[in-house]
Structures are given as structure tokens and as C-alpha cells.
Nanobody, 123 residues
Framework: QVQLVESGGGLVQAGGSLRLSCAASGRTASSYNMGWFRQAPGKEREFVAGISWSSGSTTYADSLKDRFTISRDNAKNTAYLQMMSLKPEDTAVYYC????????????????WGQGTQVTVSS
């Protein structure tokens, strides 16, 4: 099992930045690929970014690649999402997730999920 806990969300003005953290624990926590997703009210959960456990390779949603950066610190079993130049449309609950097989793709490919952290961007 893997347990995931997000932190770092909050209220920020448009143009500002936030760094989200995802702390992972469990017997195989260091063996999983990690992804970030977000979900706004009334909308589908969407992929934001992913990072491979084995290679450190990263991938991003095309619309977010220029502003968001995913990273991880294996010694701390923690993944991060650095968000820059935030816009009101970035407002959502942000979730981290873990997968044994992929760091791409849809939410259905991820086995474990955190509870989410709220990010609100004011205009």
C-alpha cells in the first residue's frame, strides 16, 4: 500500500506562484511513478504532470508545460509541483497519485490517491 498526503495549497493572486508537496509512505512508496491531477467543480479530473520513478522523466499537459514543473526527492519520498504565473482558471483541487506502470495519462491508470489540496487563484 501507498499513502499520499498533499500540502501547500491555498489562496494566491493571479500571476503568483505556489509549490505543492506530496508525501508518500508505505512499503513500496519509492517504487511508484507519481502524477499530479486537478479537478475544478463540475469538471472532469484532468492530468497535470507526471514523473517516472525509474528514470526521472517528466511529462505535462500541453497547456501547462510552460508554467508548471514536477519534481521529486526520493530520499524524502516526496513529489512536488511548482506552479508559476497562476491564472484564475487554475483554481481546482489538486491531487497527487501513484502508479506502478505509467507517469502519463488518465486518472484510471493510477492506483493510489491523496485527499487533495485546494488551490484558489483570485483575479
Amino acid at each position: 500500500q501507498v499513502q499520499l498526503v498533499e500540502s501547500g495549497g491555498g489562496l494566491v493572486q493571479a500571476g503568483g506562484s505556489l509549490r505543492l508537496s506530496c508525501a508518500a509512505s508505505g512499503r513500496t512508496a519509492s517504487s511508484y511513478n507519481m502524477g499530479w491531477f486537478r479537478q475544478a467543480p463540475g469538471k472532469e479530473r484532468e492530468f497535470v504532470a507526471g514523473i517516472s520513478w525509474s528514470s526521472g522523466s517528466t511529462t505535462y499537459a500541453d497547456s501547462l508545460k510552460d508554467r508548471f514543473t514536477i519534481s521529486r526527492d526520493n530520499a524524502k519520498n516526496t513529489a512536488y509541483l511548482q506552479m508559476m504565473s497562476l491564472k484564475p482558471e487554475d483554481t481546482a483541487v489538486y491531487y497527487c497519485a501513484a502508479s506502478r506502470t505509467t507517469f502519463y495519462g488518465s486518472p484510471g491508470l493510477y492506483s493510489y490517491w491523496g485527499q487533495g489540496t485546494q488551490v484558489t487563484v483570485s483575479s
